[in-house]
């Protein structure tokens, strides 16, 4: 049986890390197969391009276009050799950020070209999109408040402008109104159990619409 490649997306703090795991836990308890993995870093040579994209860069700052490749060079990796692999086991693969983090940071944060960007994806992929996507909505403004809540402190990406987290929050709500049956809008401002409980109740919808439980 094939697996299922299932997203988690949205801005910084959004709660991405905290509800895979919740939901990870919940399917395993239901019998399920399950892979975490995320974007950058899924793989050995992933993790070297994640510590480059996100270590803070005081006065060599990366070219936009390089970003972007970085990105795709990580997720080709990631679909080759983690992604494409474990679907074909039949896991059930809960991945933290894909295409659509590109498109959303890249695109409407950076304002680099959407058909590069799609054109990227396309390669990076092979085409592979996922088959369910939970985008958690929730301000850039609380995400990056709770992100600075945390001992950690603020990498590459989290110190952008607040304009830039702004645009990157209008670009997943653009994607979610454009791709309504891929895309599901989870409000992610609740607190934990409730989105939690939203996610198991999308899920569980399509679980049994794959025959899965
Ligand atoms: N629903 C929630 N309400 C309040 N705080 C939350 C909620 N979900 C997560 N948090 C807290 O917010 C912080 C960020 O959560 P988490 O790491 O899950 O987000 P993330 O989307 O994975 O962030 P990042 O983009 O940095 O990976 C954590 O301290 C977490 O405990
Ligand atoms: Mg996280």
Known sequence: M????????GVEGCGKTTQMQLCCQWLQSAGVSVVMTREPGGTELGLHLRRLLLEKSDNKPIAEL????????????????ELKPNLARGKFILCDRYTDSTIAYQGYGRGLSMDII?????????????DLTIWLDVDAEVGLSRK???????????????AF?????????????????????????????????????????????????
């Open 2 to 9: 094939n697996g299922k490649l299932i997203v988690f997306e």
């Open 66 to 81: 390089t970003e972007l490749l970085l990105y795709a060079a990580d997720r080709a990796q990631h679909v080759a050799q």
């Open 118 to 130: 799609n054109q990227l994806n396309d390669i990076a992929t092979g085409g592979l999109e996922s």
């Open 148 to 162: 600075r809540g945390e001992e950690v402190g603020l990498d590459r990406i989290e110190q952008e402008a607040i």
């Open 165 to 213: 987290h702004r645009r990157v929050q209008q670009g997943y709500a653009e994607l979610a109104a454009s791709q309504p049956a891929r895309i599901f809008r989870v409000d992610g401002s609740l607190d934990k159990e409730t989105v939690q409980l939203t996610i198991q109740e999308i899920l569980r919808d399509r679980l049994s619409s794959w025959n899965k439980i």
